[in-house]
């Protein structure tokens, strides 16, 4: 037909941004999550219908010093100096196939001008997502037993489901021990002195830190209580993009799993 070969393998190109649209566009994603490197960035951009280059993004993000910024600062909010019972880690050897299979809860500190605030949350450990949260500036059982009865509400499991903590007395408490037995869970903690054991967790308030703790100079408890249920709701359940479910935010994960049972497998 006297068509060079080359046109029947010729594809079109996928949009591509130009290199001012495209630096606008990381530091507005930047902006919007602190805590985004190179790789996210990218994701997102392809989530947008954008392709672009690892290379190019991270030297974008060099060359403009775009990139977030961590404080590091240190609170105790596990104290396992106490008399109350201990558990065994369930999650060492557990394969997690769908929701409500397992719930890794946890605390950590919010800094205010006088003192500290403390929020304790409640994962699912497949989605990723956040079904339960309190803030409180008490850090007790009872800071605790209001995450968890959140996510009972909200998520209605069926018994067995593995609730996996540290072994601070938040959540040896009897109070606690006996709200996690009525409601038929299996109680698992992490080992002494592993933080490993909860990284989902720990991975989550690395994240809140950077893109929402950091970035605020909250004036009050109830201050601190309104931005931070925010962030949860609509930042980083509806938006993150989270790459141990497929860079995708956990409530889109959730929707496509109900559709797709067993998507992904975690170990």
């Not at 404080?71 to 008399?83: E, G, I, P, Q």
């Not at 719930?103 to 205010?112: E, F, H, K, N, R």
């Not at 040896?172 to 299996?186: N, P, T, W």
């Not at 592993?194 to 605020?216: G, I, Q, R």
Request: include cysteine; charge should be positive.
């Amino acid at each position: 037909m006297g068509i060079p070969r080359s046109s029947f393998y010729y594809k079109p190109k996928e949009k591509s941004p130009d290199d001012q649209a495209l630096v606008s566009r990381i530091e507005g994603i930047v902006e919007e999550f602190n805590g985004y490197g190179y790789r996210r960035v990218r994701k997102q951009l392809n989530r947008e219908g954008l392709t672009v280059n690892e290379k190019k993004i991270r030297r974008i993000m060099d060359e403009r010093d775009i990139s977030c910024r961590r404080k590091k600062r240190f609170v105790a909010t596990t104290d396992s100096d106490h008399a109350y019972g201990v558990y065994p880690n369930l999650l060492a050897d557990v394969v997690v196939t769908g929701v409500n299979q397992a719930w890794v809860s946890d605390i950590t500190y919010i800094p205010l001008p006088i003192g500290f605030a403390y929020l304790a949350t409640v994962l699912d450990l497949y989605s990723r997502k956040v079904v339960g949260y309190a803030v409180s500036g008490n850090i007790d059982a009872n800071l605790t037993l209001r995450a968890l009865y959140m996510a009972i509400q909200r998520r209605r499991p069926a018994k067995k489901v593995i609730h996996h903590s540290d072994r601070g007395k938040q959540y040896a408490a009897s109070e606690y021990v006996k709200v996690l037995d009525f409601y038929g869970f299996q109680i698992s903690m992490s080992r002494k002195g592993n933080p490993y054991d909860n990284a989902t967790a720990e991975s989550f308030f690395k994240t809140l830190k950077a893109e929402e703790v950091y970035l605020w100079e909250y004036r009050s408890i109830g201050e601190a209580e309104k931005r931070l249920s925010f962030f949860i709701e609509e930042v980083y359940n509806k938006r993150r993009l989270h790459s141990s479910i497929g860079y995708m935010p956990p409530n889109e994960f959730e929707e496509i799993n109900n559709q797709n049972p067993g998507l992904v497998t975690l170990t």
